[in-house]
């Protein structure tokens, strides 16, 4: 049976803006959000385990990297592909698919017995993530109008997606220090069998119109050129920026992506039309995302840095006390849509920037005495709680305005923004950090925080000045809540 909605969206009749969810849509959300959560973790979940998996499985510890790059090469590099092929062929049936091979490969993974058959599960695992992330998203977005509504559903979402990512390395340190690296793996195959069962019954989206041809060329275009970007990327961050390896993926990805403009430019029906780029909220709005996505994560992994090697904590601990950060999101998630209906979009993402790097240059001049830690708890909660205000902002400044057959294209570009502003942010960071020829690491990564705070406050200022949010959408272009008739 199709749990399609046929009806069309009432478009003579104002479409509800009230905050609360009815029960359906909270069932709707509450899929939603377990699986965006989990695909967040599975970001980060390895990076503790990588020495203990690189001994029980033979990997070289030259080739641990690509338990990570391969998840990340393409969970990047396929998501504004899939973003678009959600608008095509059904937000619902790419979520599902998307699912299933979550499911598969996570079980691969966990029971996998040499490298390459764990290389092969974490690539099943980032293409599952490319497709599943914005499928969900583009089912949020047009699960509500444009409102309040949908301000605290993406709330929600970015506060779970971040407490996800910080929440990963703690997860990962207890599983594998306390039962096994391997049920890293086996969890995400409980969750998508839970998903799987509820979700047919909970998820609905509107009827699909007319729908376009896919366009091959622009969707192969820009898909080698962001893997050859997150590549070039990832290759600094381990060999440094100096690196023949580095330049040459980063080079060629600048080529693509003036090929990719060249494509669309031409193409009758484009994988990404160069008006909805043009528009101010979409271009820089996913601009806010990937440097406020880049401060944060790379912000985590210079404090993991900070409290390890320089005030002596176990990776345990010093994940715990980054929990605290990531509290900090958690809130900034729910109190960004009140803070968004009070001022507007633009104002939240700029004050979020500013209060994040007011938050983070005190801690360019943290010392080598623990008696740094107070004030470094206080001060990532606030940096959290500002960080979150931003990036719901983004999302809901990048969504806005666009009608309901591109949302998956629209959340496409913020799952990318997010995705290349995680991979590009650690590895500037960890050049900045350990670029110094110093006695410790503490000078290193004093001055990669201060230029941290200065990125963040750097973006507000290019945002007061160049963001335009669009004045107003359409109701027809804002499909009705769904859940009514479950």
């Not at 990340?72 to 973003?83: D, E, N, P, V, W």
């Not at 079980?107 to 974490?122: D, K, M, S, Y």
């Not at 969900?136 to 409102?147: D, I, V």
Request: net charge positive; glycine share 10%.
């Amino acid at each position: 049976m199709s749990t399609t909605d046929t009806a069309p969206p009432d478009t003579a009749s104002t479409p509800t803006v009230a905050e609360k969810f009815t029960t359906a849509q909270k069932i709707a959300m509450a899929v939603l959000l377990t699986a965006n959560f989990t695909l967040a973790v599975d970001f980060s979940i390895l990076n503790v385990a990588l020495p203990h998996i690189g001994t029980e499985l033979g990997f070289p510890t030259s080739a641990l990297q690509w338990i990570v790059t391969s998840f990340a090469l393409c969970a990047a590099g396929f998501t504004l592909f899939f973003g678009r092929v959600a608008d095509l062929f059904g937000r619902k049936r790419l979520f599902m698919i998307g699912i299933v091979l979550l499911g598969i490969s996570s079980l691969a993974g966990g029971l996998a017995t040499e490298p390459v058959l764990l290389i092969v599960a974490r690539v099943g695992q980032g293409i599952a993530t490319a497709m599943v992330t914005p499928a969900a998203l583009s089912l949020m977005t047009t699960m509500f109008p444009e409102g309040p509504a949908r301000s605290r559903a993406l709330g929600l979402n970015g506060a779970l997606m971040a407490a996800g990512f910080t929440a990963g390395a703690v997860l990962g340190g207890l599983l594998t220090g306390a039962v096994s690296w391997r049920w890293a793996f086996f969890i995400n195959v409980v969750v998508a069998v839970a998903v799987i069962v509820i979700a047919p019954f909970v998820l609905r989206e509107p009827a699909a119109g007319k729908r376009p041809k896919l366009d091959i060329p622009g969707a192969f275009t820009i898909t080698i050129a962001l893997v050859a970007l997150v590549f070039g990327i990832d290759t600094a961050g381990h060999n440094g920026w100096t690196h023949p390896g580095t330049w040459g993926p980063i080079l060629a990805a600048l080529i693509l992506f003036a090929v990719f403009l060249k494509i669309e430019s031409r193409v009758k029906e484009p994988l990404v039309a160069p008006s909805l780029l043009k528009r101010s909220n979409i271009g820089w709005g996913n601009t806010a995302g990937l440097l406020a996505f880049g401060t944060f994560t790379s912000l985590v992994f210079l404090l993991t840095l900070y409290l390890q090697e320089v005030l002596g904590y176990t990776a345990i601990t010093a994940g715990l006390i980054l929990g605290v950060l990531g509290i900090g999101t958690v809130i900034g998630g729910l109190i960004a849509p009140k803070i968004i209906g009070k001022t507007n979009v633009k104002t939240a993402i700029i004050t979020g920037l500013v209060v994040q790097a007011v938050a983070t240059a005190p801690l360019a001049f943290a010392g080598d005495s623990r008696d740094w830690l107070v004030p470094l708890l206080i001060l990532t909660f606030v940096g959290g709680i500002a960080n979150l205000v931003a990036i719901v902002g983004y999302v809901v400044a990048s969504t806005s305005g666009v009608p309901a057959d591109k949302q998956g294209l629209a959340t496409g570009l913020v799952t990318m923004s997010q995705q290349v502003g995680i991979a590009l942010g650690t590895p500037v960071m960890s050049a900045i950090a350990t670029g110094l020829v110093a006695a410790t690491l503490l000078p290193g990564l004093q001055l990669a925080i201060g230029v941290n705070a200065a990125i963040a406050l750097g973006a507000a200022v290019l945002l007061a000045l160049f963001l335009r949010l669009p004045k107003s959408t359409p109701v027809a272009e804002s499909p009705d809540p769904i859940g009514t008739s479950v």
